[in-house]
């Protein structure tokens, strides 16, 4: 094994960077958080405006699902148009890949236990500071349309609606400003349409935040009457991960609840089992149903992006407006075996983020550093030139977006899952990945580790945690590990 960075680097010069580099980030993050955006609003745009910020987000939506990602298996033509005119991310990871958790630490650009929502049960605290609410104090016009799943009233909006709970695909209900009331149609069609209509009819002399928030492709994947004869013809390839036998991994990872084979209901697959279906027959006879659909609720999602481009261009807001298409987290499409996420494992730590600005990005932009949703916000608030929270966790992707990344950039990022005694039994573990490897603790009714060279193992298939080769990395990540729980103020033993 070789050290994660550079392995010619003398381990007392390699230690003795990653402490300057600590440091630094911590006065970075001192100087951002105590006073006004050094890249204010009317030096980001040569019109001298605050950019309006159109904020795009599906629900389970696996960044493997997308054309701009190297897709094997579908195409997202708008998506990649975002993409095309602006900055892909290679590297985004979420902080706890669960809905609520995931969308409570982009409003608040702090950790799920600091903002307070571990798990999908908990109640969102409106009252804390977010970055809507920010915004709406330095003068924007802000609105939340589509999915919320944070159990409070939204806060910090002008204008709201949204689906009660997870909603529902077809003729769903909406909560608007209080006031529930059925629409009928598709709900991507309608969140598309609602929010469209929002931007007719704001105040065109004032900035705006939208966010537009997508069921799709979320379970029971419901496709629309215009794409469900997608893929009628045709098989979808399976992931090279489909019959992992997670033969080197914990039993973690073999005591989940999501599995295509066993896990999978007929709700989700829309007809019943053939007779006599079985084994690896029956896997792939479902897996076919479930990716079939989860593609076509993703086409609708592409389709509506589009309608949503459209209108920037034909009102004129294309240039002034930054433009974010991402998703909560990520997705297992079949990989190992499995759909849903929670686990740390790349397919469900990995989001897609897509992001465009003409004004200010460098179109076919391609970033490698490591992001996460806990950055979201500072970004939209520097990018506004509105003081970034010192409360805020996360940091300003904005350099980046500029093609310049800080020296002090992380060189890691620290995850945290919850939700476990749980549907899909996914047990509780947090870790630490670098852009070579993965260190994973898995805890509570179990006591496992696990690591994984991503250079040479990209499909995490091998463990190697109990190699001897390994113990020198597995030390240092060990030291990393602690190093953000301090810093991210985790207080998990």
Not at 13 to 38: D, P
Not at 456 to 464: Q, R, S, Y
């Amino acid at each position: 094994m070789t050290r994660d960075d550079d392995s010619s680097i003398p381990r007392d010069v390699w230690n003795r960077r990653r402490f300057l580099q600590t440091a630094g980030l911590g006065a970075a993050a001192l100087i951002t958080s105590g006073c006004a955006s050094l890249f204010g609003a009317k030096r980001l745009l040569p019109s001298g405006r605050k950019p309006n910020i159109l904020f795009i987000m599906g629900d389970d939506h696996a960044s493997h699902a997308m054309s701009c990602y190297g897709s094997k298996i579908n195409k997202t033509p708008n998506m990649d148009r975002i993409a095309r005119e602006g900055a892909l991310f290679q590297n985004c990871f979420c902080t706890n890949s669960i809905c609520a958790p995931s969308r409570a630490v982009i409003l608040t650009g702090r950790y799920s236990h600091i903002n307070g929502v571990t798990d999908n049960g908990q109640k969102f605290d409106g009252s804390q500071e977010t970055f809507p609410k920010l915004l709406r104090a330095a003068g924007y016009q802000t609105a939340l349309i589509g999915k919320w799943h944070l159990q409070s009233d939204p806060t910090g909006f002008d204008h709201w609606c949204i689906l009660p709970g997870q909603g529902a695909y077809n003729d769903p209900v909406l909560i608007e400003m209080g006031t529930r009331k059925k629409h009928p149609g598709y709900a991507t069609d309608i969140i598309t349409d609602l929010s469209i209509a929002w931007l007719k009819q704001r105040d065109p002399q004032k900035p705006f935040l939208l966010m537009c928030q997508h069921k799709a492709p979320h379970r029971n994947w419901v496709p629309d009457a215009a794409h469900a004869g997608l893929f009628k013809d045709t098989d979808v390839p399976e992931p090279p991960t489909f019959n992992d036998d997670y033969r080197t991994r914990s039993d973690a990872a073999r005591l989940q609840e999501m599995t295509i084979e066993r896990h999978l209901t007929q709700n989700d697959v829309k007809e019943p089992i053939p007779p006599g279906l079985e084994g690896q027959g029956l896997k792939n006879w479902k897996y076919q149903r479930f990716i079939k659909d989860y593609l076509r609720c993703i086409a609708s999602v592409d389709d509506n992006i589009g309608r949503l481009l459209d209108y920037l261009d034909q009102s004129g807001l294309t240039k002034n407006t930054l433009v974010i298409y991402t998703s909560d987290q990520g997705f297992f499409l079949g990989d190992h075996g499995w759909f849903d996420k929670r686990f740390m494992y790349e397919e469900s730590f990995r989001m897609p983020l897509v992001m465009r600005l003409p004004a200010m990005i460098k179109a076919g932009s391609v970033n490698q550093d490591l992001v996460m949703n806990l950055d979201f916000a500072p970004t939209f608030l520097e990018c506004a030139g509105v003081p970034v929270s010192t409360g805020m966790q996360g940091r300003s992707m904005l350099p980046l977006l500029r093609g310049k990344t800080p020296r002090d950039w992380r060189r890691s990022v620290y995850y945290h899952y919850y939700e476990y005694p749980a549907e899909h039994a996914a047990r509780r573990h947090y870790g630490v990945r670098t852009k070579r490897h993965k260190l994973i603790h898995f805890y509570y009714d179990i006591d496992a580790w696990e690591l994984y060279d991503l250079q040479n193992d990209p499909h995490e298939l091998n463990n190697l945690y109990a190699d001897p080769a390994c113990a020198g990395i597995v030390k240092e990540l060990k030291a990393e590990l602690n190093r953000l729980k301090q810093q991210y103020r985790d207080p998990v033993s």
